[in-house]
């Protein structure tokens, strides 16, 4: 009985170890050409400028690479590569309480990223992403910056990820 299965087994086995297409459980989908990814320091171009958000960002994005895919990080441009500015960071209110101040703001981090893909130009891509994070005004954006920054890229980095290697 066992040598039956066996013989049924093997063959589903051969088969399904001569896919192509690399899935991972991230849902990601990343062709064998790619090796390599590259992401080059986003500039800071908004108006309104948090000094670790540029090196925080890039650094975010080069963590969830190497975390969540097969790709080398390389300093030349890779395979995979990205580049990026910062165009927007601003705080704006949301609610208004009764003697007109403000008791709810949003912050704001606008980033626009160029995606190029060796294997499969077609999947190439320059795009904006927004994201924000709503906080107490009261409390004042320089008690909570860091945090919600933290929170910002978190979203952005997973919505430039999904992008370039889920296909959403």
Known sequence: MRIILLY???????????????????????PPQLETVSVRDFDNRAPVIYPPLSQELTDA???????????????????ADFEGV?????????SVEA???ANLER???TVRVSYQNTA?????FDSSFTRYEDYDA???????????VKKIISQLTQDIYNRAFVNW
Not at 86 to 94: A, H, S
Not at 120 to 124: A, G, N, T
Not at 138 to 148: C, F, I, Q, T, Y
């Open 107 to 109: 912050l704001t981090v």
């Open 120 to 124: 499969d130009p077609e999947l190439d």
């Open 61 to 79: 994005l080069k963590d969830m690479f190497q975390s969540r895919t097969r790709l080398q990080l390389v300093n030349d441009i890779g395979d």
């Open 138 to 148: 009261r409390a004042g954006l320089e008690a909570v910056e860091a945090e919600l």
């Open 86 to 94: 910062i165009e927007q960071y601003r705080t704006q209110p949301v």
């Open 8 to 30: 049924l087994l093997l063959p589903v086995f051969i088969i399904a170890t001569g896919c192509t297409m690399n899935y991972s459980f991230t849902g990601a989908s990343i």
């Open 99 to 101: 003697d007109e101040r």
